[in-house]
């Protein structure tokens, strides 16, 4: 967990989220003066337990160019907005077809990638999370979200949680409710990715916010479902920053999904109250 709760507290800010729709890319937009927490990522316990559950190569540790295990790393790229960097993690596209496949959906996903997406996301910002001190005491910004992310090992559930501050939570009871088929359109952008563009036609997706109040999302499953527990939504009105948690996702796809949903309405809180992108 955090050293500090963001729904409490205001502090300087480490990191903002976005969604890159051009490269089906989850984005953190990290400032600078964190990524020292990233160097010691290599060799972490949990770096070292997910490359013993799940068999994966070797790890990246993020001061170069990319963060994260072989099969998949997190890209950063050269782009620069002020005091910040970006570490990107494409999202896998399905497998190619087959020869002599007739349909151009096959149901052949990628999950073994798409499972170190989200691992590799687990990892990023567990350290950025865990943060003592505020490495970015110099940044004039304040910190919006906060993500943690359990990636499942042998099947036990792939949760998400998400901080917003009270400034967030604020704007998000009042204002939400105008950006929902843009966040929609994230999750069938992420999904499809992924699964293929069939599994976009399959219904599922959907968004729902109420009049003054947070907003859910859910994507294909069993419900599976990103939102606040009822008895919170009035919560920003008394002081605290909503907490967005998950329910019933069983798979990485779902959580990546789902994660890429509040990585865009985080980058429209973000610039809605900088009057700018994250990180710029």
Request: proline content about 4%; hydrophobic content about 40%.
């Amino acid at each position: 967990m955090s050293a500090y709760d963001l729904r409490f507290q205001q502090v300087s800010r480490v990191y903002s989220l976005a969604w890159n729709q051009q490269t089906w890319s989850i984005e953190a937009w990290i400032h600078q003066n964190a990524l020292a927490l990233l160097t010691g990522a290599a060799t972490c316990p949990a770096t070292l337990r997910h490359r013993r559950q799940n068999q994966l190569g070797d790890f990246t540790r993020g001061t170069g160019k990319h963060f994260g295990f072989a099969e998949l790393p997190m890209r950063r790229l050269k782009e620069r907005r002020g005091q910040y960097v970006c570490l990107a993690q494409r999202l896998p596209p399905t497998l190619a077809r087959r020869k002599g496949e007739a349909s151009k959906f096959s149901g052949r996903y990628n999950m073994p990638a798409i499972m170190v997406a989200s691992v590799n996301l687990s990892i990023l910002f567990g350290l950025l999370n865990r943060a003592k001190q505020d490495p970015a005491a110099d940044s004039n910004q304040v910190s919006t979200v906060n993500l943690y992310i359990n990636p499942a090992a042998f099947g036990h559930g792939y949760g998400l949680s998400v901080e917003f501050s009270l400034p967030a939570s604020l704007w998000i009871m009042d204002n939400c409710k105008h950006h929902m088929d843009i966040i929609s359109a994230t999750l069938m952008q992420a999904y499809g990715r992924m699964f293929g563009k069939r599994a976009m036609q399959l219904g599922g997706f959907g968004t729902n916010a109420q009049r003054s109040g947070p907003f859910s999302m859910h994507v294909p499953g069993m419900c599976a479902c990103l939102g606040v527990e009822g008895n919170n939504h009035d919560e920003p009105r008394h002081g605290t920053g909503y907490q967005f948690d998950s329910h019933n996702v069983d798979n990485a796809g779902q959580q990546l999904s789902l994660l890429a949903g509040m990585a865009r309405m985080s980058e429209i809180v973000t610039v809605a109250l900088d009057g700018a992108h994250p990180g710029s």
